[in-house]
């Protein structure tokens, strides 16, 4: 997966960032146990568990990529991206399938 090794790089381009906060985030072990789609607690995974699939939604997990869509969804709280007004317009540029 190409798309792995990116956003991997990207994440940590991020943590070099924002290296204080990954720091303050303890719970990096917790979270490759909590589903980041639903938020559904796994339990613990063994270490050698590479991938994990959520018994709520069913969806697939790779152990350390869900932990950093946890760590970037927790840290991200206290930014304020577009904290008011997300509204994203999405013009169907393209894809008229309607
Ligand atoms: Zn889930």
Do not use: P
């Amino acid at each position: 997966m190409r798309g792995w090794r990116q956003f991997r790089t990207l994440l940590e381009g991020k943590a070099l960032k924002y290296g204080r906060q990954f720091r303050v985030i303890s719970r990096w072990e917790a979270t490759s146990q909590i589903c980041s789609n639903c938020g559904f607690k796994g339990g613990k995974l063994d270490l050698s568990i590479r991938e994990w699939q959520c018994l709520n939604c069913g969806a697939k997990h790779d152990r350390d990529l869900n932990a950093a869509i946890n760590i970037l969804v927790a840290g991200g709280q206290s930014e304020t991206l577009n904290g008011r007004g997300g509204q994203r317009k999405t013009t169907a540029s393209g894809s008229s399938s309607l």
